[in-house]
């Protein structure tokens, strides 16, 4: 009977623990630099983006360009390959550097690739549908000059016991262009460097 009446007291306190235990949010600020496992987050991107957009846009022969056409470049943003040893979304990245270059006012930007195909349906469609004062005209898009291009790598130093570890991020950027296949800007970002404490051996 004592066993029984355990046993019971014992149900009875895991489902008394699971009641009382919650989940808590708490909402911080976009901007606010949160680094909860060590590994790559929201502020890297920022920070990453920021300097090797500010970086490319300020080098003297994307001004070049510029000049010589009478107008702002146009841009591109091509593949950045994940060659980490960790799981990187780097359409982020690539969207990021899109959204940097277009709000510089320092340069133009034609849809992606992978955006394309939907807006040359769409046009295509309107041959059919749309009428002839609306329907926007085939083989009449903007031409890009540049693309650009890049990879995440990462340089992991651990400890001998295994219990702490140094992350590096290497981010580099190529600045091609299209039509001569010349690499007008080359950038690298390693400003991202993280010391990681566990008290586990895994890292």
């Keep these: 009977m004592q066993k029984t009446l355990a046993i019971a007291a014992a149900a009875l306190a895991v489902i008394f623990a699971a009641s009382c235990a919650t989940t808590s949010v708490t909402r911080v600020d976009s901007s606010t630099q949160t680094d909860l496992s060590g590994y790559w987050n929201d502020t890297d991107v920022r920070i990453v983006c920021e300097s090797l957009i500010n970086d490319c846009l300020e080098s003297p022969r994307?001004?070049?360009t510029a000049q010589k056409k009478k107008a702002l470049p146009?841009?591109?943003v091509g593949t950045f390959r994940n060659d980490s040893d960790e799981h990187i979304d780097t359409t982020i990245i690539s969207k990021k550097m899109e959204s940097a270059i277009i709000n510089s006012g320092k340069a133009d930007f034609v849809a992606s690739s992978a955006e394309r195909g939907e807006i040359r349906d769409e046009r295509q469609e309107q041959q059919s549908f749309a009428s002839e004062e609306t329907a926007k005209?085939?083989?009449n898009e903007t031409g890009a000059d540049f693309i650009l291009i890049g990879a995440v790598k990462?340089?992991?130093d651990r400890a001998a016991n295994g219990k702490t570890a140094t992350r590096t991020y290497y981010v580099t950027a190529e600045l091609i262009d299209i039509e001569t296949n010349k690499k007008i800007w080359v950038g690298e970002?390693?400003?991202i460097k993280k010391v990681i404490k566990t008290p586990s051996a895994r890292l």
Excluded: G, P, R, S
Aim: no cysteine; proline share 0%; net charge negative.
């Design 189 to 191: 970002n390693d400003e």
């Design 74 to 76: 146009v841009f591109i």
């Design 137 to 139: 005209a085939l083989a």
């Design 62 to 64: 994307v001004a070049q």
């Design 154 to 156: 990462t340089i992991v």
